[in-house]
């Protein structure tokens, strides 16, 4: 394994990849800081949390490959600082690098819970459940002081709104008591994604995110809330953790999941090339092996965006993982769906500003 840049200790990517909207490069340079004593602490890359004032915080999905239509994202960037996400082009629109900068430049929505409230008091809304959040984690670690995503749930209690939530991070937890009053109507379903097993691993994958056996606990934990979770194997990267799959789901399933999925690694736009360095840096002897799985999913490629198969691949290989998904799957009793979230017991809440809404 090769030695890490002390700018990249923590971090997931190991580039910071030009902007495909942006003419001009900038680069670091930090020649000067080659022999320097405190080297490592001048150069590590700290977080910044910068203001989002969007004016809407519910996004329409019309995509077939998912599950949901709506979505609310609290936060734009993560600083999980997973080497594979799929999301990490969205900061290029930001003008942004879809590397270093996705990880470490994080823009927060402060207001958004009131935008959802005030999303949920519109006359024209028609129930159905909200994703918490369809593309960055809402419980990345800057959630733990900035609260955004816990005052969204505060709202949703308070309107009786069925929310689905995708995390991989054990601060779940705190809001066990405002999830279990969502439980307590059938309000809510947690999606818990487990990658490995191999914490070793999961600190270089998944710098930022909780252990495995946290994630475990918290699934543990839910489940005893009345939390109904499902755990997700995702995402299953060929050659490097496929052949983790059945104890995951086994281990999910003592922990109390009662259902599961997965998703084939997905390589979009600038994801490609960061995966691929991350390989360089944590991989290198095994890096053709994986690349090479990888390609015998997609056709040959590094990434196949076609609805239908981006979500699972084609290929010998990708059959394999999906019936070995399946046999485990069934061995553990996760086969089956989540219980669908009721609509029945929506109200609309009070409106910002006190005033509930008249019609």
Known sequence: MSRQNPA??????????ANRFEAVRAEADLEHLEHAEDASVATRLATEYLPDNSQSVVTENNSPDVSFRYSLNPYRGCSHGCSYCYARPTHEYLGLSAGLDFESKILVKHDAANLFREFLSRPKWNPEPIV?????????????ELRITRACLEVAVEARQPIDIITKNALILRDLDLLGA???KNLIRVGMSVTTLDQELARVLEPRTSAP??????IRSLSAAGVPVKVMVAPIIPGLNESEMPAVLQAAAE??????????LRLPLAVAPI??????????DSRQRIENA????RGGALNNAAFGSRMRGDGLLAEQINQMFKTFAGRFGLSRSLPALSCEHFQPPTAPGGQRTLF
């Open 132 to 144: 918490l959040s369809g593309v960055t984690d809402p419980y990345q670690p800057g959630e733990r």
């Open 294 to 297: 990888i390609r015998s999913t």
């Open 255 to 264: 922990a109390g999941a009662t259902s599961a999925s997965y998703v084939l």
């Open 8 to 17: 990249r200790i923590g971090r997931g990517a190991t580039i910071n990849p």
């Open 213 to 218: 056996a946290a994630r475990l606990n918290a």
């Open 275 to 284: 995966f691929m360095a991350w390989l360089d840096e944590h991989r290198p």
């Open 182 to 184: 969502l439980a307590s």
